[in-house]
């Protein structure tokens, strides 16, 4: 029963609809993970798999980036996290018969939903140029394939090697170690579409592109800010540590277009009081935001602590002496707040005047203050400007570099951070590539290479020929969902590794491969016996991950050999580097990190802590900033948000609380009170109503970009919904097809996802 995957596609999309709910998790998140865990994988697979999760013996959550305590719970897992659990160690199984009876013409016309739901790939995988089905192959045909591809190529620039996040760091760095031996440092990355903007404003401003608090931090602050996160859904475990803090007498501002159940009120099911009790009330002051006014708000609330401080010189409304000692550019950007407009801040946020002045009393009265985000200020078009104000925000009053203050953008994948502090980056520091140089004895290439948006434009336009990913689901998580899939088609292969069916394989190149991998549950054993893994969590801690199920299939590849294997096919005898030695023993690997990477030192000894060991992060452990400056800059960038013309309103693609990404769980988001479908649009009632759309209506999202083009997606169910005016929300990825491949943010270039100007166009019956 459990190991059978739905027989037709379910996708019969039908949404209900109830009234949003105001707490999380409780008893109806347990019950929750277990009906979607025990249908994947029976009832004792579950108990085995999910006791080992995030145990200092057990394996790394594949879900969220959430770093873990020092003293963990019996189950130290979410409901989300269980899902993530369930879809990997599911009994359903993907065989060449499966192939056999479902041509690509066939899995073409298949959801995303379907195509997951058809369990673990067991074998690799080729489609013949030509051929309408793939057909089993062995793995080293399979790397014979892609060495014909990649040695044909006229430059290796014309390969192009992506990363979704949930790869190791031992896997990572082999993978771009490979690349850059190839020659090519094409190495776009999840990280393009998801945090670039906090990399590129944290990067330019502290001079470390991660966050800059530890768990204990949280625990530790007077008031923490949560803006542009959903932490209910995507963070659960992250509302823990929120409950801590208030129990330590923390305040909290919530600052999203949508009152998000998580923040309202969570129940932990970890306690009595969760399970059966009414729970911890989290948000204090909840700010009803406009898409993209958060630069605004910011910018005011500067203005507003400049004032303070001018008023009452002496009460300490900024820190002076922070500022002078630590930082650079104050008086440039203490101009430009000074200079905030009113009018522009009231129409930008959608806001009061009195809600911020309420803000900001909470402000000056903390003085320990955090601010979290997530991808509600990454993926706008003035994003970097956006995150750059936050950090002027905290700047002014010492905040960072402090116990109980500072940066903390929560990162998505599980080592999405990890994969970036391994060199995952098509723009690395020369100072990465001198120190790889240095140890492996060949020279990397200096030029930059492509990040998401423009290798996808590089395929459009011929420029890029292969395509190979590990991991992730590249055409459905990219925006422009047509330009997308027609620039794959153009390619010569395209290869994914991966642990389960998505659209990426079948939407192709000419030829294309399917490498079935490892997942974290399980067991990785190689030459030289059981291996781990090691990941890094979104506060910079390393930590080793051991999987304990028996792999899905005994054709499976690590992630780790499989880039050994290519890499010797591809590089032969001219590569001095040990790609065998590596395969066997990843603690050779671990040994050249550390000869590689700053920070990890000793790096097999300290892993095998439990619990893992911290980076080191100049701002957060000295004061310290390797900046431009040498100091933490302020900026002063001039205030920017969106502007949406009459009759249409501003979009943001999210996520329910029934997928991770582009993997679908289930029809439902429970908290926000939709069920059983997933093309909904959210709408203000008073916006729908002045458009004429009624609740359970039918309409089609249109989105208009400024250069005259059109993108439609059809058929989505009106849901009138209290998010802020002008404003709506809708799944991703069903809405990436709206997203303008053009649309992305300066510097970053982040798809601007949380931005879409659409016009909501309903079918009139004549
Ligand atoms: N279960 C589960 N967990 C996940 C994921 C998943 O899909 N499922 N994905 C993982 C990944 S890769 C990531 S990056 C994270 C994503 O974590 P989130 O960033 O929480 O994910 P989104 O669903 O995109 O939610 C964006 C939130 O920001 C708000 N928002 C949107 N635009 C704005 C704005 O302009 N201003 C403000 N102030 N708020 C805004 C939205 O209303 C919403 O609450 O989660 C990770 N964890
Ligand atoms: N419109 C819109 N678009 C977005 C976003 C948005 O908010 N709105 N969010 C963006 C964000 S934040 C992100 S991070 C990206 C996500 O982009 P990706 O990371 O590319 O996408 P995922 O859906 O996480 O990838 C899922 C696939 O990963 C594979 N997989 C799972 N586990 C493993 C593993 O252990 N190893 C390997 N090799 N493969 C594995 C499975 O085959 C699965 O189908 O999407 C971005 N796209
Ligand atoms: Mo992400």
Redesign the pocket.
Known sequence: MAAKPPAGDPVQDAPEVAAPQHAAAGLPAIGHTLRIAQQQMGVRRTALTLLKVNQKNGFDCP??AWPEGDKRHKAEFCE?GAKAVAEEATLRRVTPDFFAAHPVADLATRSGYWLGQQGRLTQPMYLPEGAASYEPVTWERAFDIIAGELTALASPDEAVFYTSGRTSNEAAFLYQLFAREFGTNNLPDCSNM?HESSGSALTETLGVGKGSVLLDDLHQADLIIV?????G???PRMLSALERAKAGGAKIIS????P?AGLERFKNPQTPRGLVGGGTALTDLFLQ?R????QALFRALNRLILEAAETTPGAGAVDEEFIREHTHGFEEFAAAARAADWDETLRATGLERAEIDRALAMVLASKRTIVCW????TQ?KHSVPTIREVVNFLLLRGNVGRPGAGVCPVR??SNVQGDRTMGIFERPAPAFLDALEQEFGFAPPREHGFDVVRAIRALRDGQAKVFFAMGGNFVSASPDTEVTEAAMRRARLTVHVSTKLNRSHVVTGARALILPTLGRTERDLQGGGEQFITVEDSMGMVHASRGSLTPASPGLLSEPAIVARLARRVLGAESRTPWEEFEKDYGTIRDRIAAVIPGFDDFNARVARPGGFALPHAPRDSRSFPTATGKANFTAAPVEYPRVPEGRLLL?T??SHD???TTIYGLDDRYRGIKNGRRVVLVHPDDARELGLADGSYTDLVSEWTDGSERRAPGFRVVHYPTARGCA?SYYPETNVLVPLDSTADTSNTPAS?SVVVRLEQAHPA
């Open positions: 879900g969220c989300n998801c803006a542009g996160q959903n932490p859904t995507n963070h600052i999203n277009p949508l998000e935001i898409l993209g006014g958060d997530a991808m509600g200020l706008h998505g994948h943001q999210l996520r997928q991770y990404n929300a949380k």
